[in-house]
């Protein structure tokens, strides 16, 4: 069967409908729906697209794609968020460090790096970890 961008659009719009609120995800679906569609030889529309859902497990699995791939990107998410909040803690260590030894040596400057680390935590590393809360509680109830 020959689909039409009528067809297209009406699949892409029933899978919008059925929760399947990810762009990338729901192209892939539209594209291995039209191409199940495309090879079969009966022209009836509604009989194939019917056809298709049941070959691909319906609405049910086509929202539990949605589910695996919110939970993929909230991985992502969690994952660049520690590395930040491990790189910043490097650098706050290594400010203190400096500022230590600046201290010890009595050189100049020593206060800068103590007050470039605690400015850098208070105004980085805390509203990430914050946000990083933030974003765990909100996951928690979706």
Known sequence: MRLTDKHIDFIERSLTLYGVEDKALREDLVDHICTYIENEETSDFNT???KALRKF???ESFQNLQLETNHQKFAKQIITINRLKFSM???VILL???SLVFQMMHWPYANAW???AIALSV??????HLYFKYKLAIHKFS
């Open 48 to 50: 194939l697209y019917q």
């Open 123 to 128: 105004l980085v590393i805390l509203p990430i």
């Open 57 to 59: 497990g319906g609405y």
């Open 89 to 91: 803690g490097f650098v």
């Open 96 to 98: 203190l460090v400096m």
């Open 114 to 116: 103590l007050l470039a």
